[in-house]
């Protein structure tokens, strides 16, 4: 595949003035470290948890600072609209189109506005690099760099679409399907990269069902328009649900509610507000309302609205949560319809109250014991008439005698089941033991990654010595003072290959490891 060069001056320029490889590692695993102490994880909702961790960075790496048409712009200057989407760019050349991006913003930003500039353009090349250079081999695909910072600058969402759209259309102005798959193969890549993947990541039939008889799109027919509406209608598919979230914070982030919060008390609350219509005057700040925080008599299941502004009259938008990937409302099983009068020529159906009889109640004390066992003790004197009126009389002093005897054997029992319970045991909500899981789950499959990442970065760092190592001994071969030396270098080469292959070999089973944990994910979230 052909790899972009860029400009020997301004590499060498760059090469002089970027932060070392040690430093510029240490403060990505900084911004990891940033990201985690603000409980993204925490959140509930699927979509605005992975647009918090998206924006967490993107104002990290200011740029929030940089508009879409400014790095379109950006894109033009650097050659990459005249590059095929699959020439992969070399770690030098997207560090100077990131450094083209930064310098040209700092001279648009007034003098107060200060940047650490060479900081940005570190942090925002290695994290392109570990979102989307999963071998660790120190290139990127032109269309990884296009769609992944038009995404994450500053600007309106129909913009950004709208050069999402140039990037995958034809010549006549029609969406390409196979441009398209690997665009979107590339987009939700930035929440595989933040630990969403089990919500949001590729899958493979994922693009089929755009284009599927019940799709939103059609083949060969997909306009601009068309596409506009797919993506930011209210039914948005669920791959893009983020993207729109993503933006909605955004513009949220700088609105204050001159209200408190019902639960942390803080006024103003700064972004969503969340009114709940069932409970008078109660409201929420969002992150109360995202971490399930409730009092008084809220509960989770009531019905919310969700405010971005500070209006008089905004009436707000319902919270749905199938919209924000949650579990959603579980269906209440309705009950029998009871007639409020009785119906004389009406047999009552009482078979969902009252078991059918054992077939055999010969013995004397078989029918106490099912009495016992089917029936409260206050039916247990209706049920013994029920079954033989006649005696009734005749035995209705042996009958009382019986019933207090069933009433002491009823009690014995309830109190053997209260002592085999466990006195202090507290249990977690089916929906909290799921976030749990979930949460750990992403934490394990984001620590086999990081590991799998440390191993490739070792493994290219093996092979560049190697491959040093070798060069030098052809040179070192032609003088024949240095021929003991060679020999040693010969047994470093080989001590060096054999640690390559034990670290390929442990990489296989992370991969292995992964792989399955993924399609565990997988099969829980279907």
């Known amino acids: 595949m052909m790899e972009a060069t860029t400009s020997p001056i301004l590499a060498g320029n760059i090469l002089n003035e970027s932060i070392p490889k040690d430093e510029a590692d240490q403060l990505l695993q900084d911004l990891f470290h940033e990201m985690n102490e603000e409980s ?168 089929n069902k755009f284009f599927n008889p019940e799709g939103p799109l059609k083949r060969n027919e997909t306009s601009l328009l068309n596409f506009l509406e797919c993506v930011m209608g209210t039914d948005a598919p669920l791959c893009y649900i983020w993207l729109g979230t993503m933006q909605k914070m955004a513009n949220a982030a700088r609105c204050e509610h001159q209200i408190p919060c019902q639960i942390c008390k803080t006024k103003p609350m700064v972004g969503f507000r969340y009114k709940c219509l069932h409970c008078y005057n109660y409201t929420l700040c969002q992150d109360c309302f995202w971490r399930g925080k409730s009092s008084q008599s809220h509960k989770q299941e009531h019905d919310v609205r969700e405010y971005s502004t500070w209006n008089a009259g905004e009436r707000g938008s319902s919270f749905r949560s199938k919209f924000l990937c949650g579990g959603g ?124 990442r440390l191993l490739l970065k070792e493994i290219r760092r093996l092979r560049d010595e190697h ?14 003072q240095l021929l003991a030396e060679l020999k040693l270098l010969r047994q470093r080469k080989d001590e060096l290959e054999l640690r390559m292959s034990a670290l390929q070999e442990s990489r296989r089973e992370l991969m292995v490891q992964l792989e399955g944990l993924m399609n565990l994910l997988k099969a829980e979230n279907l």
């Open 467 to 480: 491959e040093e190592t070798s060069r030098s001994a052809a040179q070192i071969a032609q003088n024949p």
């Open 329 to 452: 409302r579980k269906k209440r099983t309705s009950l029998p319809d009871f007639p409020k009068e009785p119906e004389p020529n009406k047999t009552l159906d009482v078979t969902n109250i009252v078991p059918p009889l054992p077939s055999d109640l010969s013995g004397p004390n078989q029918y106490v014991d099912y009495v016992t066992s089917s029936t409260s003790p206050e039916s247990v004197e209706s049920s013994i008439a029920s079954s033989n009126p006649t005696k009734l009389t005749e035995d209705l002093d042996g009958r009382m005698d019986d019933e207090h005897k069933l009433i002491s054997r009823y009690a014995a029992r309830l109190a053997a089941n209260s002592r085999q319970k466990p006195a202090n045991k507290v249990s977690k909500s089916p929906s909290q033991s799921s976030i749990d899981a979930n949460r750990e789950q992403r934490e394990l499959m984001q620590t086999l990654q990081n590991k799998n």
């Open 40 to 207: 993204f994880d925490e959140i509930r909702f699927a979509a605005y948890r992975t647009a918090g961790k998206l924006l967490f960075i993107q104002n990290k790496t200011n740029l929030h600072l940089v508009d879409v048409y400014n790095m379109i712009e950006a894109f033009r200057e650097n050659g990459l609209n005249t590059l095929d989407h699959n020439t992969e760019l070399h770690e030098t050349r997207l560090e100077a189109i990131v450094s083209s991006i930064f310098y040209a913003l700092n001279k648009r930003l007034p003098t107060t506005h200060y940047i650490d500039v060479e900081r940005s353009i570190s942090l925002v090349t290695n994290w392109l690099l570990y979102a989307y250079d999963s071998d660790a081999i120190g290139r990127i695909r032109v269309l990884s760099v296009k769609t992944a910072l038009s995404t994450l600058c500053a600007g309106r969402l129909v913009d950004k679409l709208r050069y999402h759209f140039s990037q995958i259309e034809d010549d006549n102005g029609v969406l390409n399907f196979p441009k398209f798959e690997a665009y979107l193969r590339e987009l939700l890549q930035l929440p595989a990269a933040v630990g969403e993947a089990p919500t949001f990541g590729f899958a493979e039939e994922m693009a």
